[in-house]
């Protein structure tokens, strides 16, 4: 299988605060890894400075054998409409309604016309079983809404990469359910993902590789069955011990 | 703040220098009255709010300035043969708008005292008028000397003569200045001063309109030279005094100003006071509020355009380009509109010839810009950074990202903020009258000197201002509706 991310020695210092501390590793097409681990491990900031919304202190980020971190604004933002992002807090765009939500970036980025990215974006609120709000402003959506359209909107750019930042994190319990759902309709779709996540059911269902970042490392990584039942490092026997 | 100080003098020096610069050029030779016929103009300044001498009245319902200074500056644009245009300022811009060419010639009453001898040029004394004091008819007989008022407050114009007179003559006198006769009148009615000092023909004027007012000869002594009213000229002006003064002399040698003059003014000012009441005066209050709404709108047009741009130098990566915003919006913040006003209009019309209106609308769009630019930088700034970064992650540019994610709740963030200053752009405009723009404050101004009263005009224009704000208001409420979702 093809490499689609490749990180080399990345380090993120913010201040005197070291977050990140030399991670290699890549992610090939196709493959889900979830990352997990403690609170302020670190997590978060990997996946942000996959598509460079955190500058990396040191080290690169190669996206399809291109290194982000020596790209142009404009190139930058090329490739970053190849990789979706789903944030905690959803981020939807308030002063626009549902469907212009995801059309937003297909018309100003793509060029699209307004009639080809209405088609995209209503099959896709389709797929996530919210085609019946599509004029609604995301004020008037539960957050288990509010994510499943911020998932169709990072679609609507039909990217190769999905990173997920702990998107059920901030969700009622009875909402996380409708979420995981469509990741794992993604998943088995064939969709690459990179997902930080707290739901270790999930993970264990839906992942190829399960990454355990503690302290700015990546500690331990292997296939879900693995790294869940039997971890090998101490940190993650804790972790686990603790959260199943 | 270094750096702040370092561009504020930067930019200080150089407009300096550039008036500096002006000044030399227009210090050439004298070639006033050729330019003056080679435009085909005589633009007289005056400041219409002293009857008989100048003064507004309707004719066939359209405002005219009329008087006798103005019979006289007819006088002298038909014999020099060419057209009179009559600039409406405040007396007391008068003398700058001669030393900046906005106008040829000021004949307002004006007397020709050593002090203004010092900055502008005068044609021979074509008016002799006495100096008076006007009281309120019931005081009539307890002021007949200039002493009576030791001790006590009266009133005269800023700047005038009459001002200086009383200064000297009258021991221990508290005067109180104000620009405009009208202000005066009012002050004197309200029992603010015991008097008000000046010219005999303008005093008779008000005890003729006014019967609870009185004049009396209190006895100034007034300088030789500095006698009467002339017809004031910037310096090196000689062939235009000398051509002035040709006309001067016909005037006084066929007596003129007694024998026409004066009666024509009396009789507008018996026109002008057979029907003062405020609905009279309509199309004045019209006319104000017209212009202090194009002045608003155009404005708030351009303060927002300019202040989200200066918002976004601002916010901006940029160190020049910041410094810049930064300096702009301080530097405008800390300095009064009305020296913001008047520097565009006297120091700028220096160098290129604007209009008052387009002056007062570029002063007050600049000075509006930079507090909007605040205020829309805060409301950029209270917009999560969530909504960046996923506009952002969806590849959009950030031009793009801040025209179609930020700006827009921004706005709706800044709404009430921005409505505020919409609401204070409407008041804070009537700092253009000084230079002259006919909006609602100069009008009320007008109708306080035609109606010769004081209180009536100044609650009416409270009245029509409070309208304004008021239903500007209740529009911007309904747009922040509108800009509700849900």
Known sequence: MSKIIEVNKLMKVFGKNEVLKDISESVDKGQVICVIGPSGSGKST???????????????VLFEGKDLTSLNEKDLNQLREKMGMVFQGFNLFPNMNVIENIKLAPIKVKNMSDTEADKIASNLLEKVGLADKAVQYPESLSGGQKQRVAIARALAMDPEVLLFDEPTSALDPEMVGEVLKVMKTLASDGMTMVVVTHEMGFAREVADQIWFMDQGYIQEKGRPEDVFDHPTSERAQDFLSKIL | MQINKKWVTGILIALLMLLINVGHVNAASDTSLKDVKDKGTLVLGTSPDYPPYEFQTTVNGNDKIVGFDISIARKIAKDIGVKLVIKKMDFDSLLVGLETHKIDMVISGMNPSDDRKKSIDFSDVYYNGKQMMLVNKADKDKYKKLNDFSGLSIGAQTGSLQYSMSKEQINNVDIKGLAKVTDLILALKSGKVTGVAMEEPTAKAYAQNDSSLAV????????????????GFAKKSDTLVAAANKSIKEIKDKDLINKTYLPEASNYLTKNTADNTMIHYWKYFAKGIGYTLLITAISVVVGVILGTLLALMRLGKNKIIKVIAVSYIEFVRGTPLMIQVMFVYFGIGMIVNVPALLAGIIAVSLNSGAYIAEVIRSGIGSIDDGQMEAARSLGLSQKETYKSVIIPQALKNIWPALGNEFITLIKESSIVSIIGVTDLIYQMKMVQSATYKGIAPIFVAMVLYFV????????????EGKMKHV
């Open chain 2, 216 to 231: 009396v000869d209190p006895g100034f002594v007034s300088a030789a030279d500095a006698r009467g009213a002339a017809v």
């Open chain 1, 46 to 60: 990997f996946l942000r400075c996959l598509n460079l919304l955190e500058v990396p202190t040191s080290g690169n």
């Open chain 2, 468 to 479: 304004l704000t008021f239903s500007l208001s209740k529009l911007l409420n309904y747009f």
